[in-house]
């Protein structure tokens, strides 16, 4: 009894340490069985999709049950090919589940009306809430920042030599840029939709960075904290880990600039001076007296280009980090003197349940 007790209080520690794969028998894949009664509604409501309001009233109807019996027919089949009868609610979630979830909302507004960009809309988004639920519900992904975040401050101090020597040949950098009319006019001219794809792919490429040498940092860690080898899935798992640590301190980099350049651009942004770079005075969000008749305008523009040093100020960051030879063996020792606890815990773990291999 008091072995069980124990075997249950370290699974308990797994999961508060976001490596919850460390527990025997787990597979990431539970997630979505787990998740099942949320993707059900999810794909009960897009088969509203098939819907069409250039149509009349009957049309939609028809167009509503057509969508109704083509995803009752594909999952009644996958029912009978499972051994479970026809009309029965599927009892797990393995890929062929996942890819009519994915694939048939998405194709109902093709076939019911030429919807092609609600269907593209909706294949985007259901791939995108696959992915979600596998990292929250299957890596423990919440678990993991509030892990990152508890130790953010350790780890932070650890790249703090690089930060400084990164960020002030950046900040110099960037004040060159910021007081130009190509820099407001390219950040403030797009769309809404080219702006977010653009300050979204700076983004992209910092995390590109940070898991290029993702891979040789877990098998590493793996090497020097324990002599038995992981599977392939614990792996993925602790590289999330050190992934989501890294990321934190990317985005409060990323953070700190945005603030910096709200804050010095309201104070000697001007409207005159936003007229002269974008023949306009700009859309103000927010007027704040300073010393007497004085303002400072936060405007919709300011933010825009703000976001948009910030996010160039954290692929700058991202890429400095991995290039330093010192930060990165730094900051992986700190990472794995975090996780050393843990570790230790999984050794007591197999011992407990005989030491075989898990995985």
């Known amino acids: ?16 340490a976001g490596i919850p794969t460390f527990i025997r028998g787990y597979s990431a894949r539970q997630a979505f069985a787990k998740a099942l009664p949320l993707l059900t509604v999810v794909f009960v409501l897009e088969i509203l999709n098939a819907l069409n309001f250039d149509f009349g009233f009957w049309t939609n109807v028809g167009f ?3 969508g109704i019996a083509i995803s009752l027919g594909i999952m009644g089949m996958l029912n009978l090919a499972r051994g479970h009868p026809f009309l029965s609610v599927p009892r797990r979630v393995g890929l062929a589940e996942m890819i009519v979830f994915v694939a048939v909302p998405s194709v ?11 269907a593209v809309v909706t294949l985007i988004g259901n791939t995108a809430l ?26 932070f101090a650890a790249s703090l030599t690089v930060l400084v020597r990164a960020l002030s040949l ?21 769309r809404l939709p080219k702006f977010v794809a653009a300050a979204g792919l700076f983004m992209l490429l910092a995390a590109g960075f940070l898991l290029l040498r993702l891979p040789g940092s877990v098998r590493g860690l793996e090497a020097e904290l324990q002599g038995e080898h992981l599977s392939r899935t614990q792996r993925v798992n602790v590289g999330l880990v050190m992934f989501l640590s890294q990321f934190l301190q990317v985005v409060f980099v990323a953070l700190a600039v945005w603030l910096f350049f709200v804050v010095f651009g309201s104070l000697l942004v001007s409207a005159g001076v936003r007229e002269a770079w974008l023949g306009k005075h700009g859309t103000e969000l927010l007027r704040i007296p300073f010393f007497g008749d004085t303002v400072v305008a936060i405007t919709v523009e300011l933010l825009r280009v703000a976001t948009g040093m910030a996010s160039f100020a954290a692929l700058y960051y991202a890429a400095a980090t991995q290039l330093d030879e010192a930060y990165r063996d730094e900051v992986v020792e700190r990472i794995a003197e975090q996780m050393k606890e843990t570790f230790s815990r999984r050794a007591e773990y197999l011992s407990l349940l005989g030491g075989t291999r898990d995985g």
């Open 64 to 66: 509503l049950a057509g």
């Open 130 to 155: 696959l992915g979600l639920v596998y990292l929250v519900l299957g890596f423990g992904a919440v678990s993991i920042l509030e892990w990152a975040v508890r130790r953010f401050v350790s780890l």
């Open 170 to 190: 950046l900040l110099f950098f960037l004040l060159v840029i910021f007081f130009t009319t190509e820099t407001w006019q390219i950040w403030t001219v797009p």
């Open 1 to 16: 009894m008091g072995d069980d007790r124990r075997v249950t209080e370290l699974e308990r520690s797994f999961r508060r």
């Open 108 to 118: 109902l507004p093709l076939l019911f009306g030429g919807q092609w960009k609600s």
